[in-house]
């Protein structure tokens, strides 16, 4: 029986998600793993999250079994380590992809078009007062853009700048066989290729910092970032110089190195459109991605396989309970 299952839920969680959760599991939501008592400890059995999980915490858990992420990236949870120990991990892949495209698509247009700022002019009431918002320096017209990641949501980025009838090209580790994008097989080469560059990449070791000074500066100077992946893919610090100095235009930035802080210096910048990390935060989506956490995790403790494993999981072998 589900409702005899002790479900962990550390931190915040999508609101609707956690009631269903409520109704249908033994939820838990506090104490922290370090307050709680060997037995308290022992008794969970599964964690539903947004977040960070590290090999620490899962070491505390000794009877942990699934690990169900709300949100497709996982950077936050150390899925090696918990392959490497046969507990199952699951995200929420395709849900959300339309949803973080169109996003993307509405941060590019403002980012090029100033947008946020436009409304502000009229809102502060310079328009009556000191005539027209000034002509944007930037546009959409003539752009060539790259993607770093195409993968899901990259993919469904290209499709949509298709109809934009802007230049598109990608860089992935690997090239695509299902795409007549042009392949870079470098970030670098692909940077220099184009002047809008688009990360939607995943965080983790394998792209730390990977957009950084000298990939900046192959942007070049009508050069446009726009980060939907993760914070910590841009080196931070030479983005802002970057901006600071006009080694790029402008960038549009939806995720940050160290969320929810956003340096000042960014936040200074009337050059960087910046969005609270709400590339797929809309009820709709929301409530698909609470789903298939609850659909994982049904699965699961149904004896069924997970409906949507991590690759770390699939390539353990770790498929279903037992
Ligand atoms: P996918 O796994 O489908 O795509 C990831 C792509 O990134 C693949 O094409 C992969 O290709 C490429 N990639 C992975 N590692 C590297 C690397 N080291 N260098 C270059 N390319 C790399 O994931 P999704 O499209 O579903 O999601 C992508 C990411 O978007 C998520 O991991 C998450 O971080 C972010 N995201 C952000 C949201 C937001 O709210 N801002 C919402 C949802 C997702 P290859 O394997 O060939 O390298």
Redesign the pocket.
Known sequence: DPKTVPVFIPGRMNPDTLKTLQERFDVRQGPPIDQMSESERAEIRAVALMGVFTAEMMKQLPNLEIIAHF???Y?GVDAGYAAANGIMVTNT?DV??DE?ADTTIGLLLNTVRELSRAEVYLRAGQWEKNGNYPLTPTTLRGRSVGI???????LAIARRLEGFGVSIAY????ARDDVAYAYHPT?AALAAAVDTLII????GG??DK?VDAAVLQALGPDGVLIN???GTVVDEEALIKALQDGTIRAAGL??FAREPHVPQALIDLDNAVLLP?????SVHTRKQMGDLVIRNLEAWFGGRPAETPVPEAVKAGIKQRG
Request: a positive charge.
């Open positions: 949100g497709v990236g950077d892949p959300l992809t973080v770093m990641g195409l993968g899901r949501i990259g860089h992935n580790r690997s970030l939607a990449a995943p965080g394998g792209t990977a939907i992946g993760r939806d995720v990390h709400v590339a797929s935060a």
